[in-house]
């Protein structure tokens, strides 16, 4: 069935759920791979630089290379992606297909990633990080897409990311907790704990997969109102409601993948905590994020999801500088700044996400064709040109100050000083900017209602017409 996550279609639900019992357990099955796709890449921005350099031996300017090329090579990969999928017309639906083929690369790849060996070169890395990137973004994207269309009114789609987001914050939440819970139960090392991490996603991902695939249909695929042209997509471009999220989701997404790829360093080398402990505090900060998330979600209801958006950037801006304030030595009082600091943390997920599905309903009501996969793309594609960012900012930057990773605290002052403002009041800035860059946005549930009504009336129109 093609399940409406706002309430059960009942014509369309089995019998079970035309008598009434709720329809949850579909709406878990299908947001179960964000599980393991939210948390397959993430070691990447927190873990996997700092075992790579200090564990397998990686130059560390060899390491930013090619975590950059990696993104370069998506900004250009994701909007191909989606366009391709937009076009896509199987018996099986539009973006189930691509979903399905997603699997056994991001099986792979992150196999290959997790499980790298001493000494491994650049190009090893280079390769299989690529996979998994398009592993992930096909996926992803495909995900997400599959989501807008079954979720079409501007509630029902906070909802059904709140529940893509809530499977999100769980994976992510278990992929860190994997390292500590390693060593402290299983009496592994460090090393062995980030192995583990790439076990766990091997292990979840096809299981989700399968689940989510035997659970839930795509709604059929609307009619086309017009034939695609380079000239629809340019003017696509142009209109400020895409371009207004696509660059808050970059300023969004830069602003914790900076602090995420210099947690570890930041913890040991200006707070004095080992990796050990801040292992165990990082989880604090995913903590925050899960009791942040229905927070988002009913302020997008109550006061609209731009609004709910740019007090999620003040909130984060707030938080993220006041970790400068933490004492060092102390991780119970830095364990607290960081769960405050994550509240805001899973904002960007549920808000932005669904503010493009509405942005796509518009864009389809303009131009007569549908446009989801490729919005969608633009959109994973500006979360890797934030994390691309972190990186460059990051790593780049303290090479400049001559910071060295294997010497924490005994670095020269200056270098900590640096450290310091990347991790801490650079993001807090970029908050700021997400907060005055999406307050012009104008869609509201009035205003997708309207978009809505006209999209039926039009699709109905045209399937009478081709009846």
Excluded: C
């Amino acid at each position: 069935m093609a399940v409406d996550f706002g309430s059960v279609r009942r014509a369309a639900a089995p019998a079970g759920e035309a008598a009434g019992q709720p329809g949850l357990w579909r709406r878990l099955a299908f947001a179960g791979p964000a599980f393991p796709l939210s948390a397959m890449l993430l070691p990447v921005l927190i873990y996997l630089p700092d075992h790579y350099a200090r564990n397998l031996g990686m130059d560390l300017v060899v390491l930013a290379s090619v975590l950059m090329a990696v993104r370069i090579f998506d900004l250009w990969f994701d909007p191909v992606l989606g366009f391709v999928i937009d076009k896509t017309n199987t018996p099986i639906g539009r973006y189930r297909p691509w979903f399905v083929a997603s699997l056994p690369i991001s099986v792979v790849s992150i196999w290959m990633l997790f499980m790298a060996p001493v000494g491994m070169t650049g190009f090893y890395l280079l390769f299989w990080l690529i996979a998994a990137n398009v592993g992930q973004s096909m996926g992803q994207l495909s995900h997400m897409a599959w989501a807008a269309a079954s979720a079409p009114t501007y509630d029902q789609r906070s909802r059904i990311y709140g529940w893509l987001l809530a499977l999100s914050i769980f994976g992510t939440f278990a992929i860190m907790a994997t390292p500590p819970f390693s060593r402290m139960v299983l009496g592994i090392d460090h090393s062995r704990g980030v192995e583990a991490m790439g076990w766990l996603v091997v292990a979840v991902l096809p299981v989700t997969f399968l689940v989510a695939l035997a659970a839930t249909r795509e709604p059929p695929t609307p009619p086309a109102a017009a034939k695609p042209n380079l000239r629809q997509y340019l003017d696509m471009l142009r209109r400020g409601r895409v371009l207004r999220v696509l660059v808050t989701d970059i300023t969004w997404g830069t602003a914790p993948a900076l602090a995420a790829t210099l947690f570890f360093v930041y913890m040991d080398a200006i707070k004095g905590i080992p990796r050990e402990v801040s292992s165990l505090i990082l989880l604090v900060y995913f903590v925050g994020g899960m009791v942040g998330a229905p927070v988002w979600t009913r302020l997008a209801r109550t006061v609209s999801k731009h609004k709910a958006m740019m007090f999620a950037g003040l909130t984060y801006a707030v938080f993220q500088s006041a970790m400068m304030l933490a004492p060092a030595d102390a991780p119970l009082v830095v364990a607290g700044f960081m769960f405050l600091a994550g509240l805001a943390s899973t904002a960007g997920q549920i808000l932005l996400r669904s503010m493009m599905a509405d942005v796509a309903d518009e864009e389809r009501l303009h131009s007569g064709v549908e446009r989801t996969g490729l919005l969608f793309s633009l959109l994973t594609g500006s979360v890797k040109i934030g994390s691309t960012l972190a990186i460059g900012i990051g790593l780049y930057t303290l090479k400049v100050f001559d910071f060295d990773f294997a010497k924490g605290s005994a670095n020269p002052q200056d270098s900590l000083v640096a450290l310091g403002i990347l991790y801490a009041l650079v993001p807090a800035g970029l908050g700021v900017a997400t907060a005055l860059v999406i307050r012009g946005h104008k869609i509201d549930a009035a205003a997708h209602a309207e978009i809505r009504r006209q999209l039926d009336l039009r699709d109905a129109q045209l399937r009478g017409e081709a009846g």
